[in-house]
């Protein structure tokens, strides 16, 4: 896989490379899974960025935690990430108490881009080895542009 780069210092399983983004970047698109919440069983949430650009794209993802009230960002927050053409990285994270995600809630993944070529996906695991539960892939077709 592709190695990343990012603003922040995530758990990604690539490694990434730091790249510098704007401050206050404004993307064109703004892509939203929707809400999804975890099945029983879930041990990790797994979302994909995959990059058909022709160029280097710098991107911005963040994944939102859903109860009653406002929505809010799931640590480690934004992260700004930038991809060559044809590279992919993912993010998984735990499910449980203390952990990124928690059984009960709603989540949203929402991805920041100039380029519609950026390709998010979403996926819950069983295990910590991308067993994936099935019916829980949300592809990049499912996600809206707001």
Not at 34 to 61: N, Y
Not at 87 to 99: I, Y
């Amino acid at each position: 896989m592709a190695r990343a780069r990012t603003t922040a210092s995530p758990a990604l399983a690539d490694k990434p490379k730091t790249a510098r983004a704007p401050r206050g970047a404004c993307y064109r698109h703004v892509l939203t899974s929707g809400l999804f919440g975890l099945p029983v069983g879930a041990k990790s949430v797994d979302w994909m960025i995959l990059s058909h650009a022709t160029h280097a794209e710098t991107f911005r993802v963040t994944v939102y935690r859903v109860g009653v009230g406002p929505k809010t960002p799931v640590a480690p927050g934004a992260l700004t990430l930038s991809l060559d053409p044809d590279e992919a990285t993912h993010n998984a994270n735990n499910v449980g108490p203390g952990k990124p995600f928690l059984p009960g809630f709603y989540y949203e993944l929402v991805v920041e881009t100039d380029s519609r070529a950026i390709l998010p996906s979403i996926h819950v695991w069983q295990d910590h080895g991308n067993t994936v539960i099935p019916g829980t892939l949300i592809p990049p077709g499912s996600f809206a542009e707001l």
